[in-house]
């Protein structure tokens, strides 16, 4: 079986639409996307909350983007356990028994898909109604396995603990109970995987120091790009919060979490920066 896989040769039929970062961020049914000036001119918060006018297109937009996340998460998990040998852990090899845990990731995103694509019928979406960002998969094509756990189960599933934790509030306050216990019973999961990134992380790294030092910098820059221009954060203009408490669960120390959330904050700072000169110089025009 070929190693490998580059993002271009994924397996999709043609429901599926593929973009990048730079334009999803552009679509105003994801949160984060769209003009900062349109939504505030409507909301005080850019919390998906069920009041919200725009709630149903956001709530599905976001829903659709975990579904089609699931699938990369399947994947890059299911190419980990088999691009690399079992060994100690140094060169090109990975210890065995992080193979067999990429395996049981791979169970467990199998099985997410499934309750993802079921969730998003659920709310009246079609699968490739909104569009599918490959990031998290491209973050899992390093050749570095040490990189692929700070990309994808540090950085990407911790996103995705903190979208979960709000998916799960807002199914709540929505009154919809599948999707709330849905988003429960996967968060847990996910808990679960980045406690492994973590942890296979500081034990392959034990003893090299430069390969961690690498593999906390490329977190850093997914965090970063992951952070939707700031709306992750903790003001009123995020559009969610960081699940301080399960990430603490996941094997974040403190001072991890304090730092993403400096990446957040310096992340939307550049944005309204961003919009700023972007609008003066459509004024100057
Ligand atoms: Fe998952
Ligand atoms: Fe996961």
Redesign the pocket.
């Known amino acids: 079986m070929r190693q490998f896989f580059p993002v271009e040769d994924l397996a999709r039929d043609e429901r599926f639409v593929q973009t990048n970062m730079a334009e999803r961020i552009k679509d105003p049914r994801v949160p984060g996307g769209g003009s900062a000036k349109k939504k505030s001119s409507r909301s005080s918060t850019n919390k998906l909350t069920p009041d919200r006018h725009d709630a149903s297109d956001r709530a599905r937009g976001l829903m659709h983007g975990i579904m089609v996340g699931?699938i990369q998460?399947l994947e890059g998990?299911g190419r980990t356990a088999h691009d690399f040998d079992a060994g100690d852990g140094s060169g090109d090899t990975i210890p065995f028994a992080l193979k067999l845990d990429m395996a049981r990731?791979a169970w467990?995103?199998a099985r997410?898909v499934e309750i993802s694509a079921k969730l998003s019928t659920w709310m009246g979406t079609e699968l490739g109604e909104f569009q599918e960002n490959t990031v998290l998969f491209e973050a899992a094509c390093s050749n570095d396995p040490v990189l692929r756990l700070a990309g994808v189960?540090r950085a990407l599933?911790g996103l995705?603990i903190d979208v979960f934790t709000q998916m799960k509030e807002f199914g709540d306050l929505a009154g919809d109970p599948f999707l709330e216990f849905c988003e429960d019973w996967m968060l847990a999961?996910?808990v679960t995987?980045v406690k492994m990134g973590s942890d296979w992380l500081r034990k392959v790294t034990e003893n090299d120091p430069d390969r961690r030092a690498k593999a906390l910098e490329f977190q850093q820059v997914v965090d970063k790009l992951f952070s939707f221009g700031g709306a992750r954060g903790d003001t009123a203009e995020s559009s969610f919060q960081l699940a301080r408490r399960f990430r603490e669960l996941a094997g974040f120390t403190d001072d991890e979490v304090e730092t993403i959330a400096g990446l957040d904050q310096q992340a939307l700072v550049e944005r309204k920066a961003a919009i700023n000169a972007m609008q003066a110089a459509v004024a100057d025009s």
């Open positions: 699931e998460a998990a990731q467990d995103e997410h189960n599933e995705a999961d996910e995987h």
